[in-house]
């Protein structure tokens, strides 16, 4: 009888136990690629193509009947603010951007003719693809600056301070006119700009 017992009770853990085990298993997490990038045909015609290599994906186009591979992984279980969104094209250039964090951003534009340069712009604040002008801050030197795209020629401007953590929070309008940049400047990110005067800058280059 004694052996009787002890073997129910063996058999009796020994079920505890295997539930739970199986119970740890099911509670794990699973890493699966949640996020899909799916191709797409631009307005223009351009047809982009992302190529998924394990958990990264990597955005393709054509140039001059070349297929082009940007060399920047996006993470398919990341944020889907991080992935790669269509901003705006013209006939030399393809314009994405991608969220990399609070007041974090990255612009990347993409050539479509055969002697254009991809530019990564981290935070860009405003772009003229017919022109070949983005805008963005030079955190080395504190200054706004302009990038000509075709050329690689670059023209700084001096601004005021900024109480913001990011210097961008100070400009809430900014664009482009024909060889100018115009904006509205506020050393205090929470005040209204309406009350500031525009200002027109020359471009050079």
Known sequence: MRAIIITIAFLLLSCGNKNYE??????????????????????????????????????????????ETLDYPFDL???????????????NYLLFRAGCGSSCWTGFILPLNKN?????????????LNQNYVAYLNYD?????????????????????C????KGYCIDTIYFKQKK????????ANQDSK???????????
């Open 116 to 128: 254009g340069n991809v530019t990564t712009i981290s935070e860009y604040l405003a772009y003229d």
């Open 141 to 161: 030197t504190d200054n706004l600056e302009v990038l000509n795209i075709a050329s690689g020629e670059k023209q700084s401007f001096t601004t005021e301070s």
């Open 181 to 188: 940049i115009c904006y509205k400047w506020t050393t205090n």
């Open 77 to 91: 279980n990341g944020a889907d603010a991080w992935l790669p969104r269509f901003v705006a094209e013209n006939d």
């Open 163 to 166: 109480d913001a953590a990011f």
């Open 22 to 67: 199986h119970s740890n298993i099911e509670k794990k997490p699973k890493k699966d690629n949640h996020l899909v990038l799916e191709d797409m045909v631009t307005s223009n015609g351009n047809v982009i193509k992302f190529k998924k290599i394990g958990e990264q994906s990597f955005l393709q186009w054509n140039r001059k009947n070349k297929l």
């Open 195 to 205: 009350r500031n005067s525009l200002i027109e800058l020359v471009l050079k280059i």
